[in-house]
């Protein structure tokens, strides 16, 4: 600007004017500013630069897809989805889900976005509990089941509210195909550790006949109680305690005057944490035997436990404590000797 006009409110009276000049420092090439003159405090003779970058933010990686793997078969409608990303500005991310019917995604049958809604996403760290880390695993669970026995396709944008509040690339697509049963996951937001407690449940209600039920310690590590003959309104189609649950959930029954048996079509999966099976002091013979598991499979993996030891199952009358236990482990007649006490219903020490 000639003879130093005012550039700002800085401006000298009829020079020393100021002008700043602002780039981003991921130019390339970086600029250059060149500064010329005297050193006076009169027009023509006195000038003054001063050089500032402005840093830009930029949007999010393209988020990297983790769980299920790519072609998986599932044994659910409703699974549960991992994946993370990675930001160059270290801003917390949120993200947004799309459900496709084709890799291109197309035709999209479900849009989750979590800028929208908190509901069914997991493990979030940031901003309160509603975003997560860069770099962390994201956990969504799927809210309304998909269609049973077929291929579905899922990608995956992150965003940097706080940042640069921008999309970012779209993730690669993967695809999993569904089973035909509705997964119901324990979370224990009551925090009362009752089976019975609808909104302990990822479906807002206890599990139903049909319903595959799974305890994932991404979720929750609670304990959980349940009583099989008044709890469990049916067969369910499976039980799963899933890698990393430290839990336990104990089964027990009210009654007095008849077995409890936990019926399940498909698979009890024990992988990890334990399976509690709990007598009822006050039971009439011959139902000291105890608790029923009724399923395809039963599967305890290493680490894991299904067990009675101690629990309260009972010798039959009228011997009272002097007879043996009446589960397949029986015991001897005497509760005082360590080695033959009274049997629990699965060879357990009983007690």
């Known amino acids: 600007m000639a003879n130093g006009g005012t ?12 002008i700043r000049l602002e780039y981003a420092n991921t130019l390339s090439p970086a600029p250059t500013v060149t500064a010329s003159g005297g050193t006076g ?16 933010n930029t949007a999010p990686a393209a988020p990297i897809l983790s769980l299920p793997a790519d072609g998986a078969t599932l044994k659910t409608t409703n699974p549960h989805l991992q994946f993370s990303a990675t930001d160059a500005d270290v801003d917390y991310l949120k993200f947004k889900i799309e459900i496709c019917a084709d890799a291109s995604c197309s035709t999209t049958v479900q849009t989750v976005d979590q800028t929208a809604s908190q509901t069914g996403w997991s493990q979030q760290t940031e901003q309160t509990g509603t975003a997560y880390a860069p770099g962390n695993t994201a956990i969504y669970l799927i ?37 035909s049963g509705v997964a119901n996951y324990w979370l224990n937001a ?50 799963t305690l899933d890698s990393g649950y430290t839990g336990t959930l104990s089964l027990k029954r009210d009654e007095v005057t008849q077995a409890g048996v936990l019926n399940v079509t498909d698979d009890i999966m024990v992988n990890t944490g334990a399976l509690l099976l709990k007598g009822n002091p006050a039971a009439n ?13 039963i599967t305890v993996a290493s680490g894991a436990s299904i067990n009675a030891d101690g629990q309260g199952f009972q010798p039959s009358s009228p011997c009272g404590s002097s007879c043996a236990g009446q589960g397949p482990g029986g015991g001897g007649p005497q509760i005082w000797v360590d080695a033959g006490g009274v049997g629990g219903g699965y060879g357990g020490t009983g007690g």
Do not use: C, H
Not at 147 to 176: C, E, H, K, L, Q
Not at 202 to 229: H, I
Not at 285 to 297: Q, R, T
């Open 41 to 56: 405090a009169q027009a023509g003779d006195g000038g003054q630069v001063t050089e500032r970058t402005t840093t830009t």
């Open 7 to 18: 550039i700002d409110a800085g401006g000298g009276l009829g020079g020393g004017g100021r």
């Open 190 to 239: 009551s925090g009362d550790g009752l089976w019975a407690t609808g909104s302990n449940w990822s479906r807002g209600a206890k599990p139903q006949a049909g319903e595959s039920v799974v305890f994932a310690g991404f979720l929750s590590n609670a304990n959980a109680t349940v009583d099989v003959l008044n709890d469990v309104p049916g067969p369910l189609k499976a039980l």
């Open 143 to 179: 809210q309304t089941p998909l269609a049973a026995s077929t291929m579905y396709y899922w990608r995956v944008r992150a965003i940097d509210p706080g940042g640069s509040n921008t999309w970012s690339v779209v993730s690669a697509s993967r695809s999993f195909t569904t089973g």
């Open 285 to 297: 013979p011959p139902y000291g035997a105890g608790i029923g598991l009724s399923a395809a499979n």
